[in-house]
């Protein structure tokens, strides 16, 4: 049996006994060549197969091990990806694709294994095929324009279907930032007194209407109407009911999402730990090595029966009867969605993560533990909350109290989601229409309105799956694309575009507008869906793109002039031969370089001063610096004379208690300074 990866291997012969082999074939083993396009225009679009290079031992020993064999079974990951594997794999053994020799499982557990033997397939050709137009379409357009941007712009720079897109979209949002005009507006806050209770209103509007206030003089004019001696008439109390219903379990994309929100993880990670819990974990002598989720790669929402029964099971046992739901739930997929596999949930519910903390690492207790939550939520009961609205008045001035109190966890008892937590109770008090209630405190408040925010890579890949663009496999590799090329960078958690980003954006927006053509690019993953259902054919489809693209393509190369990314004058001199230093653009961004280059290889990483004195030698300045992971931290400009460095933003001053210097740390809520060596700190704006 073959299956792409060992730890897979090991899982599943323990699971299949002494009379099965299972081998890993490391991935894929042939693709298309990398010296050259590898394609035949003329010819059908047929692509040129070659081995992959450093995969000859491989090959060999699946030669071997098959010889030895009276049966192969190929048992790659159930997607277009993994039919693709089986199928190169098969013609590199010289099977027969008509027997029935591939068995596909979507979990990695004793009984679904040894479940998928019993009806064992032929390799689906419509999944081969619509894996196969992908890559030859990827192939034709990376291929065809990275020359161009090498020739044009700047050696080692590459252009693709998805990737392109998701830069657009970066581009786009930091166009419309820069765009933002912020518009003043106002709010006024204020504490009623009932009784013994107070409560907080805001200002609703005027003489029944809902009104905005969109300047000091309109919130002095309001407050002028507000007699301080009179009470407000409770005019209206509302109170409902109101449900709120678990989310559906993971797909990969709202995975990748979460993860980034809740755990901090890039979608690279987050992917690579499911994968591990996916492919098996030892858990000892008991239950062995087992898979502890379901393929992570889906974008469909389903659930099946028997994990339905088992999680209903499961909470009438664990939190009672009123937690889990009578009726079947029934989840809308994403318009698009392929629907092949289940949603990603345990392979057993029963297998709670504290069962498993002292067995998994750190990460991946915590991502297990979010699609466990998350898979069992989705089986309870909506939540419960007891709603308030009370309005109340004043000489036309009309202020309005919303409060909210859970009255019932029912999913919330497991999971919360991000948004969910930030929601705390409001508890009015018991006011009824007619009563009066006296004005305490009026905190009238400037604001303006805000900017769209940067995409995260939590808010970029929404952005692709809601747009159709690209499938659940690429958003990971697309984002690492964009990052490896320095098209953008990460300020924090957001993404900004790069000056070499742009540059390639308007390249493609003004010579190849379809490749960033959002519904054109959708409309194609359509119709790979399409292939993969028997309805098209492959070499249509790639034709059907390519025709339009092979006209603009010859535009280009006659019509693009070679850009210039010139250089800046730095403003010091070189401290080897004393030429000029200039900045360059490189592969991680800009640097000092000496502009008598290559006959001086003198250069430096440009560094940003914060305007502090180092702390610890009193002589350097303390410069902003990055470390391999991407994250800030402060250091000595002195170093390696100075070996000062703090994660924490040093504020120039001592703390008052002992003598310490200060930092600038981020806080649940905003900002502090504080001490690192004490309990001192003090609220930023001071």
């Given at each position: ?89 098969s013609h590199l053994l010289g099977l027969n694709d008509d027997d029935k020799n591939r068995v596909v499982f979507n979990e990695i557990t ?389 000056e070499l980003g742009e540059i390639v954006d308007n390249l493609i927006q003004a010579y190849f507008p379809d490749i960033v053509n959002i ?168």
């Open positions: 049996m073959i299956v792409e990866s060992p730890s897979k291997a090991k899982t599943i012969e323990k699971y299949l006994g002494r009379n099965y082999h299972v081998v890993a074939s490391l991935g894929h083993v042939r693709d298309l060549p990398k010296s050259q396009m590898g394609v035949d225009i003329e010819h059908d679009y047929e692509p040129k197969y070659i081995s992959i290079r450093g995969k000859g031992p491989v090959i060999k020993d699946l030669k071997k091990e098959a010889k030895k064999a009276k049966r192969v079974y190929l048992a790659a990951d159930p997607d277009r990806e993994g039919e693709a594997i089986a199928w190169h794999v004793k009984d679904t294994v040894k479940q998928a033997f019993k009806s064992p397939r032929s390799i689906d050709m419509n999944l081969v095929d619509a894996q196969q137009a992908r890559r030859v379409l990827d192939r034709l357009v990376g291929y065809s324009i990275s020359p161009i941007l090498w020739a044009k712009v700047k050696k080692g720079l590459s252009a693709g279907r998805v990737q392109s897109i998701a830069l657009k979209l970066v581009i786009e949002r930091e166009n419309d930032i820069k765009k933002f005009v912020p518009e003043e507006y106002w709010t006024i806050e204020s504490i009623f007194k009932h009784g013994k209770d107070k409560f907080k209103a805001n200002f609703y509007g005027l003489d029944g209407k809902k009104a905005e206030l969109k300047n000091n003089d309109q919130v002095q004019e309001v407050l002028g109407k507000v007699d301080k001696k009179k009470d407000f008439t409770i005019d209206k109390v509302t109170k409902k009911e109101r449900k709120r219903m678990p989310a559906a379990p993971f797909t990969t994309s709202s995975l990748q999402q979460e993860a980034n929100k809740r755990l901090n993880f890039k979608t690279r990670k987050t992917m690579m730990i499911a994968q591990q819990l996916y492919e098996g974990i030892n858990l000892g002598r008991k239950e062995g090595t087992v898979g502890l989720i379901t393929y992570m790669r889906t974008d469909s929402k389903r659930i099946s029966k028997v994990a339905e029964a088992d999680a209903s099971k499961f909470i009438h046992e664990e939190y009672g009867e009123p937690y889990a739901i009578i009726k079947e739930r029934k989840d809308k997929n994403q318009e698009g969605a392929q629907d092949a596999h289940e949603a990603i949930r345990p392979s057993s519910v029963f297998r709670t993560p504290a069962s498993l903390k002292d067995i998994l690492s750190r990460d991946q207790f915590r991502l297990y533990s979010l699609i466990w939550s998350r898979f069992v939520a989705s089986q309870m009961t909506p939540a419960i909350f007891d709603t308030m609205t009370v309005d109340l008045s004043q000489n036309g001035v009309m202020f309005r109290a919303n409060g909210s109190k859970i009255k019932f966890e029912g999913y919330r008892k497991v999971y919360q989601s991000a948004s969910d937590k930030s929601k705390k109770d409001n508890i009015l008090p018991d006011l009824a229409e007619g009563d009066g209630a006296k004005l305490q405190k009026n905190d009238p408040a400037q604001h303006f309105t805000q900017p769209p925010a940067r995409f995260t890579e939590a808010s970029l890949v929404k952005a692709l799956e809601e747009n159709g663009v690209g499938r659940p496999s690429t958003y990971a590799p697309t984002i690492d694309t964009i990052q490896r090329r320095y098209y953008v960078k990460l300020n924090g958690k957001s993404f900004e575009p790069t519904d054109f690019t959708a409309h194609l993953e359509d119709e790979l869906d399409n292939i993969e259902e028997g309805n098209e054919n492959w070499v249509k489809v790639v034709d059907q793109y390519y025709k339009p693209f092979e006209k603009e393509l010859k535009s280009a190369e006659d019509k693009i002039e070679k850009v210039q990314i010139k250089d800046e004058p730095a403003g010091m001199d070189c401290d080897i031969c004393g030429a000029p230093m200039v900045i360059k653009m490189g592969r991680y961004g800009k640097f000092y370089a000496c502009s008598r280059f290559p006959e001086c290889r003198n250069t430096k990483p440009i560094v940003k001063e914060i305007g502090v004195i180092c702390p610890k030698c009193k002589k350097g300045q303390v410069i902003e610096r990055k470390s391999k992971k991407n994250r800030i931290f402060y250091g000595c400009s002195r170093y390696p004379d100075c070996d000062f460095v703090s994660w924490d933003k040093p504020i120039g001053r001592d703390c008052p208690k002992d003598g310490h210097f200060l930092v600038e740390k981020k806080v649940k809520g905003g900002r502090q300074v504080i001490c690192p060596n004490g309990d001192y700190e003090e609220d930023i704006q001071k």
